[in-house]
T-cell receptor
Framework: ETGVTQTPRHLVMGMTNKKSLKCEQHLGHNAMYWYKQSAKKPLELMFVYNFKEQTENNSVPSRFSPECPNSSHLFLHLHTLQPEDSALYLC?????????????FGPGTRLTVL | GENVEQHPSTLSVQEGDSAVIKCTYSDSASNYFPWYKQELGKRPQLIIDIRSNVGEKKDQRIAVTLNKTAKHFSLHITETQPEDSAVYFCAASNAYSGGGADGLTFGKGTHLIIQP
């Protein structure tokens, strides 16, 4: 185990539902990330947090709303999603930003939007 | 922003042969180039990385080369084994972007298949 956990591992939701994805890291890292992984596409960076402060929002639609209450926890709140939002959502963490830091990934949440 | 192109998308090699995966990047300020391996149903994991002040780095059967002038870097796997079968992603970032885009920009991935 890499020390990064994600829940739930699988999620099926309708377009009108509201749900949240949770990520927790037990590595003492200061930076956390959300990535989207779709079939036939590269891993897409969505959000970056450093010491609970958002440093990057990579033009992500407002139906995705991140929350980082502390350096160990990261949430992704979902509402009124579209079928094309179905993907694997990966959380990652690294020691800090602005350096040669390995990113440790969680197992991902497989999201299906009906 | 950074753009990373990766080729080929699928690579099939005989067990024991070598495999080479190539990536190009667009931002000359990028200075950190990791490679991640993602086995089926599992999370991506770092296998090797290289910094821009180095031209080549080796770790047992895997090696990475970097050509800063041409802005391309490659992953070399020798004596391939069945457990090397996975999707490999290259990535690039500016490790000293000073609070800008500190996430990695990934290539689309290469599905490496090792034929027995």
């Amino acid at each position: 185990e890499t020390g990064v956990t994600q829940t739930p591992r699988h999620l099926v939701m309708g377009m009108t539902n509201k749900k949240s994805l949770k990520c927790e890291q037990h590595l003492g890292h200061n930076a956390m990330y959300w990535y989207k992984q779709s079939a036939k596409k590269p891993l897409e960076l969505m959000f970056v947090y450093n010491f609970k402060e958002q440093t990057e929002n990579n033009s992500v639609p407002s139906r995705f709303s991140p929350e980082c209450p502390n350096s160990s926890h990261l949430f992704l709140h979902l509402h009124t999603l579209q079928p094309e939002d179905s993907a694997l959502y990966l959380c990652a963490s690294s020691q800090e930003l602005g350096s040669y830091n390995e990113q440790f990934f969680g197992p991902g949440t497989r999201l299906t939007v009906l | 922003g950074e753009n990373v192109e990766q080729h080929p998308s699928t690579l099939s090699v005989q067990e024991g042969d070598s495999a080479v995966i190539k990536c190009t990047y667009s931002d000359s300020a990028s200075n950190y180039f990791p490679w991640y391996k993602q086995e089926l149903g599992k999370r991506p994991q770092l296998i090797i990385d290289i910094r821009s002040n180095v031209g080549e780095k080796k770790d047992q059967r895997i090696a990475v080369t970097l050509n800063k002038t041409a802005k391309h870097f490659s992953l070399h796997i020798t004596e391939t084994q069945p457990e090397d079968s996975a999707v490999y992603f290259c990535a690039a970032s500016n490790a000293y972007s000073g609070g800008g885009a500190d996430g990695l920009t990934f290539g689309k991935g290469t599905h490496l298949i090792i034929q027995p």
